[in-house]
């Protein structure tokens, strides 16, 4: 896949703005603050339908309007795909295909990204939290039915939560909560779902992150991936210390359709078993919401264990895995690779090893600040930004 144009209306500090992308390397050139980044978080969009900046909406919109325009064609082979996302400060988002209206639901459909950028290190040395969000954005690019069932989990776990809490301050105890009942099967359902997709997830990215982490450290450091389960008994979410969590016994849980009758299982002894601390608390104590991305390397976790250099490499090989599942999968070609302000944080040595590997994809979109920062085999396409302008080569050249 590669994106052709990206044309951007009210979005950031854009009042607007057209930008000519190629096939290989992009390079998006300017000093900080000058909307550099903004362009890799529209190209984004389509895929995630968020920012990797900001959990909510309102920022991406320029102050003073009420809405953002980003549209932009694709081209997947010798098909054009023309994709318009409206964002709303407030409300509902709005989206197009090729003019016609979509729910904005169906755009990944469409676009398949991969977004690295310094943010990123949360994911491995962040909360719980940084970590199932990757997991669950990966899951919705690679099967966007997904999307549904988070989104439903979601729901049923913020209404049973509530119910706990109700029940709290009305100082119900035990077995006299029998609505209780019904939201545990609709919990246990939807979890089901969600935990076994992600167990499979974690088992496909095993090879390619080892392979990923090998390329750009330059050493191989056996680095793992597993799930540490609330419902198997892992200390919950973000009580747990990333050190201490013990992950389920993977063996029993091999294949996604053999893990969900036992994941059910597991799923309603733990409700069973938590009960009295659940209404003690008002908190929904085990399910997918509590569960941890258990990462390591040479056999420690990355959190707490590793060094700066090592965890930056991890966080990369988790995207660049990514992008090789998408790859896998995908009939659209390659996943758009886009590495947002990485370079200036690597030394030479990375650098040239992320640059190599990069290069292999249909087309790559890199942000930086200096261009001396960017390698040369990336170089192939230079666009100049300044204050939320783009210049064109009299422009730059006057700079």
Do not use: C
């Amino acid at each position: 896949m590669i994106v052709e144009h990206l044309s951007l209306v009210d979005f950031r500090n854009y009042a607007a703005a057209d930008v000519e992308l190629g096939p290989g390397p992009n390079v998006f050139v300017g000093r900080n603050g000058q909307g550099k980044t903004n362009l890799a978080e529209a190209i984004g969009f389509f895929a995630t339908l968020g920012s990797h900046r900001v959990s909510n909406d309102a920022p991406m919109v320029r102050d003073g309007a009420d809405a953002a325009i980003i549209r932009a064609r694709l081209a997947h082979g010798e098909r054009r795909v023309q994709l318009e996302a409206q964002v709303n400060r407030q409300g509902s988002n709005k989206a197009r295909v090729n003019g016609a209206p979509v729910k904005p639901a169906e755009l990944p459909r469409y676009a398949q990204v991969v977004l690295f950028a310094p943010e990123d290190l949360q994911i491995v040395r962040g909360d719980p939290s940084a970590r199932r969000r990757f997991a669950d954005q990966l899951l919705v690019q690679r099967a966007p039915r997904m999307a549904g069932v988070i989104a439903d989990y979601d729901r049923v776990l913020k209404q049973r939560t509530a119910l706990l809490k109700s029940a709290r301050a009305r100082g119900i105890r035990g077995d006299a909560l029998s609505t209780l009942d019904v939201w545990d099967d609709k919990l246990v359902t939807l979890g089901t779902q969600l935990i076994a997709a992600r167990l499979a997830l974690a088992n496909d990215l095993a090879a390619p992150l080892a392979s990923a982490y090998t390329a750009i450290a330059g050493a191989d450091h056996d680095p793992e991936i597993e799930w540490a389960l609330s419902v198997a008994g892992a200390d919950s979410g973000e009580d747990a210390d990333a050190g201490s969590s013990s992950s389920v016994d993977a063996a029993s849980l091999e294949t996604k359709d053999a893990a969900a009758p036992r994941i059910a299982e597991l799923f309603r002894q733990a409700l069973a078993a938590k009960r009295a601390s659940e209404l003690e608390r008002g908190l929904t104590l085990v399910g997918p919401h509590r569960d941890d991305l258990l990462l390591r390397i040479r056999k420690l976790p990355v959190k707490g264990y590793a060094s700066h250099g090592e965890s930056w490499s991890v966080a990369l090989s988790l995207r660049l895995a990514s992008a090789e599942l998408l790859r896998a999968d995908s009939r659209l070609g390659d996943p758009v690779l886009i590495l947002d302000d990485v370079f200036a944080e690597l030394d030479a040595d990375r650098r040239s090893r992320l640059a190599q590997l990069a290069g292999g994809y249909e087309q790559v979109v890199v942000t930086a600040a200096v261009e001396g920062d960017v390698p040369e085999a990336l170089r192939a396409r230079m666009v100049r930004v300044e204050a939320g302008r783009i210049l064109d080569d009299a422009e730059a050249g006057d700079d």
